[in-house]
């Protein structure tokens, strides 16, 4: 249930949880018994920042799609593993 804001004249301003269709009625205030009228306040949205957003979108694709990751190479590690001339089937010895 949301949170609705309401302001009693006598005690200030309280909150209450209400359904969707007792939001047209008015409130009672849970100090004084006397009614309350609704304050109408915007949404409790807040903006979220850019990098948050990219890495929720990244988490989300994950979820479905993994992301594939290799490790870099030195130059070095490059060169040994590069193919080499060979005869034969690389699992058989030379002779």
């Known amino acids: 249930m949301p949170a609705?804001?309401?302001l009693?004249?006598?005690c200030g301003?309280?909150?209450l949880l209400l359904s969707l269709q007792e939001t047209h009625h008015a409130a009672t205030?849970?100090?004084?018994q006397a009614e309350a009228r609704r304050v109408y306040t915007?949404?409790?949205l807040v903006k979220t920042s850019v990098p948050?957003?990219?890495?929720?979108?990244?988490a989300h694709k994950s979820a479905?799609?993994?992301e594939v990751v290799e490790r870099q190479r030195?130059?070095?590690?490059?060169?040994?593993?590069a193919p080499t001339s060979h005869r034969g089937r690389p699992w058989q010895i030379g002779h």
């Open 42 to 44: 915007p949404p409790g």
């Open 29 to 32: 205030c849970p100090a004084c």
């Open 64 to 66: 479905y799609q993994p």
């Open 13 to 15: 301003p309280f909150d």
């Open 52 to 58: 948050r957003v990219r890495a929720l979108d990244r």
């Open 8 to 10: 009693c004249e006598r």
């Open 4 to 6: 609705y804001e309401f």
């Open 74 to 81: 030195s130059p070095e590690e490059k060169r040994v593993l």
